[in-house]
Structures are given as C-alpha cells and as structure tokens.
C-alpha cells in the first residue's frame, strides 16, 4: 500500500506541480543566493585582511614627497615596491581600496574600513543581483540600474583620486586631471587601486595647505593603511 500511494502521489499532475517551485521563484533564490555568496567572500577578505599582519616600510623604501603634479609611484610599479598591496589589489581590490580611502592619510568622508567596505559590498552584490533579474525588473529597468551602478563606482574612484591629489598638492580639480583619473579607473581599476595604495602606504608625508580630513580635524602623520 506504501509503494502504491508513491507512486500514485508521482503520477499526480497537481501534487507535482504544487511540489516544484515557480521558476521565476527559483531564479530569485538563485539570484539572491548569488549575492549573499558575493557578500560573504568580499567580507571575508576584509577580515582575512584586517587579521594580516601590517608591514611597515623601511626608510629605504619609502619614496619622498616630491610635490610633482602626478602620483609619485606609475601605475605598473607595485610588484616592484610591495608584493602584499600588489597581490590584494589583483585578488581583492575592494579591500585594498576601502583601506585605502579610510586610512588616516586619506580619511574620506570621515568613513572607517567596515564602513567603505560596506558601501563596496553593497554595490557589486547589487549589481550581480539585478543582472540574473531580466524579467522581475524588465530588461531595460536591469540595464538602467546596473549602468547607473556602475558609473557610481567609476565616479567615486574618480572623485577619491581627486580627494588624494588634493591632499598631496597634486594638479586636481582641472579638467585635464579628472579626465586623466576617469580614463585611469576605466581602463585599469585594478592598477589604479594599487597606485593608490602606494601613494599612501610608502610616500613621505606631504607638505600640507590643507587638512588630512575632510572634516577639517588636525592630520594624523601616519605612513600606513589602517
């Protein structure tokens, strides 16, 4: 009777039916399970990072502030200064920038490392979210959204360089510079987030015309990300 009752329950259009999820509900799962899981490495970098041990620099290999109107360091010369900021920046570079632009040097917004990594997070699980969503959102409503993503990305990496050539006496807030850091982010982000990194990992301190913080507290004289 067992066996029969089975297989009968097997043979019934409507039990399986009620049995098997919507697809569209099972591509929601999927998406969302897609997301979480983007959240959870990106997270789990961060405190892998956070954990690590800090280098840092000898005197040897920090480069002086030179008050050029360009970065000290070219955007290809991480492997030959620090393989650890070199190898984050290629496997993580969320990570590394959100280290960056919260490091006392830079301080942007006043915002600390969770916070930045928050806000990054945030961003490509969003974005990865939307884009297996074609139908829940229509496919122009996707697009939209994840091109609108994306140029908010692109323009708070642009607006955080301007923020360090600022803080460096660099050339900043012309036209030239911010087309020159736009096209910088757009055709290597990850060579960008390194060259960041350096600038204030391993170069003097500047001589400063404005505060470190955005909030106009005194500067912190510190060489190393937080």
Not at 136 to 153: C, K, Y
Not at 204 to 213: C, E, F, H, I, Y
């Amino acid at each position: 009777c067992g066996a029969f009752s089975c297989a009968c329950a097997l043979n019934d259009p409507a039990r399986s039916q009620h049995s098997q999820l919507d697809p569209e509900t099972l591509r929601l799962v999927r998406a969302a399970a897609l997301a979480a899981g983007i959240t959870g490495a990106i997270l789990s970098a961060a405190l892998v990072y956070r954990k690590c041990a800090k280098h840092t620099p000898l005197a040897t290999e920090m480069r002086p502030f030179s008050g050029d109107s360009d970065f000290e360091y070219g955007l290809c010369e991480g492997l030959c200064h620090s393989w650890r900021i070199t190898c984050w920046g290629c496997c993580c570079s969320p990570v590394l920038w959100s280290a960056t632009a919260s490091s006392p040097k830079s301080k942007l917004w006043g915002w600390d490392f969770w916070w930045m990594m928050g806000l990054m997070t945030t961003i490509f699980s969003l974005a990865f979210f939307l884009a297996q969503m074609p139908k829940w959102f229509g496919i122009w409503g996707v697009n939209i959204t994840i091109s609108s993503l994306v140029a908010f990305h692109i323009l708070l990496m642009v607006h955080h360089r301007q923020h360090l050539r600022r803080i460096f006496s660099m050339e900043h807030g012309t036209f030239r510079s911010v087309i020159q850091d736009l096209f910088t982010w757009v055709c290597c982000g990850v060579c960008a987030t390194i060259q960041e990194a350096l600038q204030v990992g391993y170069v003097g301190d500047p001589v400063l015309n404005t505060p470190l913080r955005d909030d106009g507290s005194a500067p912190v004289p510190m060489h190393m990300l937080s």
